[in-house]
């Protein structure tokens, strides 16, 4: 089955402590992205990455890191969480290089820092 | 900065009705507009619009792309209670991979 998986899907962790979400989808897109999902502010995008070895910042970047090694894997990093990394997180991945394509969402990450 | 914003915020109607949910833009260098359905979990696809006056359709939702007035709009006819979820407009430009949602509008059917 064609989809985005994300790893895990929930998480409450302390202040400092580094984490990494899981990115994989298997369709072979090769645009991959990170939102984050907060109330009254919709989703913003954190990290995206056009090709393998390509990231760039989103508009939400502070805090975060992205690595892509391989086109099925996008994760990403947490060095230092706190409490207003606190959200729900998305992966999405499009088959066209660019996000405004067609993207496909992972089921989501909801993720709690105290 | 590129900005989206939808109208209404949250909207409650009675099954059978027609809804129309509306987004407006502002973005250099447009590409594409998208539209995204979101029930308690991932957003999924809708539409994507890149040309003015061009409706997009499937089944009773269709959507269409006004680029002088920088506006969509999304049409649901006879709505279910199955269309009940947060609506999403994104705008996406050329030159600049980063892709902008709106704060969405929440849309409640009520059978």
């Known amino acids: 089955e064609a989809q985005v998986t994300q790893n895990p899907r929930y998480l409450i962790t302390v202040t400092g402590k580094k984490l990494t979400v899981t990115c994989s989808q298997n369709?072979?897109?090769?645009?991959m992205s990170w939102y984050r999902q907060d109330p009254g502010l919709g989703l913003r995008q954190i990290y995206y990455?056009?090709?393998?070895?390509?990231?760039d910042k989103g508009d939400v970047p502070e805090g975060y890191k992205v690595s892509r090694k391989e086109k099925r894997n996008f994760p990403l990093i947490l060095e230092s969480p706190s409490p207003n990394q606190t959200s729900l997180y998305f992966c999405?991945?499009?088959?066209?290089?660019?996000?405004?394509?067609?993207?496909?969402f992972g089921p989501g990450t909801r993720l709690t820092v105290t | 900065e590129d900005k989206v914003v939808q109208s209404p915020l949250s909207l409650v109607v009675h099954e059978g009705d027609t809804v129309t949910l509306n987004c407006s833009y502002e973005v250099t260098n447009f590409r594409s507009l998208l539209w995204y359905k979101q029930e308690k979990k991932a957003p999924t696809f809708l539409f994507m619009l890149?040309?003015?006056?061009i409706e997009k359709k499937s089944g009773r939702l269709s959507s269409i792309l006004d680029k002088k007035e920088l506006f969509s709009i999304l049409n649901i006819t006879a709505t279910q209670t199955g269309d009940s979820a947060i609506y999403l407009c994104?705008?996406?430009?050329?030159?600049?991979?980063?892709?902008?949602f709106g704060t969405g509008t929440r849309l409640t059917i009520i059978p």
């Open positions: 994104a705008v996406d430009p050329f030159g600049n991979e980063k892709l902008t």
């Open positions: 890149t040309s003015s006056g």
């Open positions: 369709m072979n897109h090769e645009y």
């Open positions: 990455s056009m090709n393998v070895e390509v990231t």
């Open positions: 999405a991945s499009s088959p066209g290089g660019w996000g405004g394509y067609e993207q496909y």
